[in-house]
Nanobody, 122 residues
Framework: QVQLVESGGGLVQAGGSLRLSCAASGRTFGEYAMGWFRQAPGKEREFVVA????????YYADSVKGRFTISRENAKNTVYLQMNSLKPEDTAVYYC???????????????WGQGTQVTVSS
């Protein structure tokens, strides 16, 4: 089992930045690929970004390429999502996710956090 706890959400103006954190506990963090998903009101949850267990590969949704960056610190059991140039359409609940497969983490991860709200005002 892996427990995931997100933090860092909040309200920001368009063009601003936020950094989300996801602290993991339980099984060995370094064995898991990590990802972020988001769900806007009235919409389905969507993939945002993922990173392999080593941090050597990253996968981004087209909508966030060049604006969002995922990173991880295995020594701290933490993954980060740096979000720059935020837009109102980035408003959503952001969920941290984990899976032992770097492929599966991008569409059907085994573990989820509880989510953190990000609101971007225009």
């Amino acid at each position: 089992q892996v427990q995931l706890v997100e933090s860092g959400g909040g309200l920001v103006q368009a063009g601003g930045s936020l950094r989300l954190s996801c602290a993991a506990s339980g099984r060995t963090f370094g064995e898991y690929a990590m990802g972020w998903f988001r769900q806007a009101p009235g919409k389905e949850r969507e993939f945002v970004v993922a990173i392999t267990w080593s941090g050597g590969k990253r996968y981004y949704a087209d909508s966030v390429k060049g604006r969002f960056t995922i990173s991880r610190e295995n020594a701290k059991n933490t993954v980060y999502l740096q979000m720059n140039s935020l837009k109102p359409e980035d408003t959503a609940v952001y969920y941290c996710a984990a899976d032992s497969s770097e492929a599966t983490v991008t569409y059907e991860p085994s573990y989820w956090g509880q989510g953190t709200q990000v609101t971007v005002s225009s």
